[in-house]
């Protein structure tokens, strides 16, 4: 059996697996068996990973911890070509981060093979969150967003990735003539009429539903009696930071303006160097790490791994991806592992909590040059 | 100077401030002499074990020496500056007054910049009102009471107001500039944008330190000798371990000219010892998150853009080495990260500066070579060539202006009766 083949078939055990029943054990023992597998194959694949792997300080061949092994910081998935482990005939889409103005996205390959593995691990994972049947699934996005490209951003990727939920898709967001996006009131509130006793999934950009869903029905005075739904938001705070939105403020006002309880308004981290793999909270407010993933926590200082309750850069780890080598990617925010199993809400494995973006440096120095000419 | 630093809150505090400042520079002059006599007392009372492990007090205790400081006077000032009197000039005569009040806007990353700014002031006469950025207010305070313990008449201590204010206040800023006559700004580019872009009254007078960056060079008579190269990496790790390389002094890149029958290797190993020893020495105190994700992505960069490039570096993010070829400067990660670039001829990378490089680090075998090399930096913009080793001791001229003489008036007096 090739080596593809044989990472392959382990992965496919392991996303067959139930995301949240293996001993922590028993799961790091896999993981660093097949990590190790993928980083071997990434070597043979792309010369330049190669040169990378070989010169960090640990053989990884020897290493018996996954915070031993060799990981790629965040940034190296901003480079133009992106990171590849296959030709370029082998890429069936290309997905990218939502990069603010002025900053470079993010951008991942994936093969048909990583695309299947992605749409797989996020099902594993939201399945447990919500349960298995499909529903009506209001996408809080206009519907420029919904349509699959060649190249996706994060905002797409994250609501196709919940397309499997859904009996049908409908966008409450509109192009207005000026090009923004702003709420179409009366397809929602139609929506919300018909769908007022049945389960529903909803999903947006934690900023969008705020910005363009809770004030203006906020403003409006309007609530939507949908009290089965569940919504699900992702795509940082720092917007909502500004406005000095905190998360209690979110969770309270979204979960009045659907007429919800607020344990179903379910917050997840996740990026697209991390395909196929999101961290919802769980109801004691803690990211849950599943069988095919892991997460660890690293000292700033020294990047060794901190213990549960030390804040530090967050290290995510995932065996799903082989059209790009995001297995290990030093992420740029901050978090804290809570344990490394135990959690109340009975899941099983590392759980987390996510503090935010590490802030920029203060200190810039003389000697920081912001602009030379010879760029 | 009461209360050594004030945290300010207002603009009104601030142009109160500048008002006494500006009142005592004009009713009181004080010598030159007694500003280097009590600088020399400052220099001795510095001389205390609990200052010891501050960085840059070693250095700042040599600053104040008479010694150090008399040679600069003269050169900056002439002959007679030492006295402070009239020196003829033709028919007329000359002598330097202060400007005024001087406003101090010292970078964050450098334990004694304020004090290091503040004396350059006070030797051209003038009264300072220094903004200390908050991180470095103990170590300044500090610093500062030593020099009370001996200023007991409050000569020098009356011309001085050290105040301190988060770096957003946007009006205090512009309060502080508006009360000055003279202003010497430290730091990197969004500071001295920021402060630069202040509106002074129209007769000040504005000097920019910085932001600059700095580079070292060898050829391979000095890194290919395998008895003197250890010595040399010795120097280079010492440059970039003083103020975590983020001083406009501080070397980001290394050339190092190839030369038939040497091995870069060899060298840089060399040079990874120096650093593991300079790292066992003085390990980085402190990191932000930000840079720790800086010199990673600069370690991944550098390997995955080209399989030619290689590097050496801890698990941890403390120091890292870059070998490869060219003759641009790499964008500096800072942290330590020191890339070292193999070219055929020195006078590549030269002829490349463009104005950014202060401080260009020398080794060079031939000193006939070393004259032309340093001639064709000068030309291209360079402002200080220095032995390896001595990249940052502080001296004037500084990024190629002088630290006393922009902060005085020459007065010329031409006398009315013959």
Redesign the interface.
Known sequence: MSALADIEQSVETLLATSAYTLAPGERHAALLVLLKQELAYACDRN??????VE?W??DFHTADTIAALPY??V??FK?NPP?ALVGADEVKRTLSSSATTGQVPSRVVLDAATARRMTKGIITIIRNFIGPTRRPYLVIDTAENVAAQGEMGARGAAIQGLRSFATEVVCCLRRNPEGDSCLDREKLLACAAKWRHTEVLAYGFTYVIWTDLVQPLQRQGITLEMPNVRILHSGGWKRLEQQAVTKDVFVRDVAAVFGCSADRVIDYYGMVENVGVIYPDCEYGNKHVPAFAEVIVRN?????PVEAGVE??IQVCSVLPTSFPGFLV?T?D?GEIVDYDGCLCGRRGTSFRFAGR?????????????????Q | MSGLIEAVDSPESLARAAGQLRATVQEKEIDPQTTLTLFEQWASALDDRALGETPGVTFLRLWLRRGTLEPVLLRELGPHSLNGGWREDGRARLRAFPLGVIGHWPAGNIEIQPILSLTCGLLGGNACLVRVPGDLVEISSRIMEKLQDVDRTGLLTERISMVSFDHSRADLHQAMAQGVDGAMIWGGAEAVSQVRGLSFPHWARVVVFGPRLSVAAIDAGVWGDRTEGPGWCRRIARDVWQFDQQACSSPQALFIERAAGCDPNEFVEDLRRAFEEENRAHPPRQMQPALTSAICLARASWLLDDIANRAWFPKSPDWTILLGSGADIPKPTQGRTLSVLQVDDLFEVIRRFDGTVQTLGLGIKDACREETLAQAAGRHGVDRVVRLGQMHVFGSPWDGVDLIRPMVRLVRHVRSQN
């Open positions: 010369p330049r990973f190669r040169n990378y010169q300080p640990v790629l910081p940034g190296v480079a990171l700033p200082r020294t990047l060794a530090g850069l030093l740029e901050m590490a802030p920029k440096a203060e200190v810039r120095g003389c000697g920081n040059l912001e602009t030379t000419r010879y």
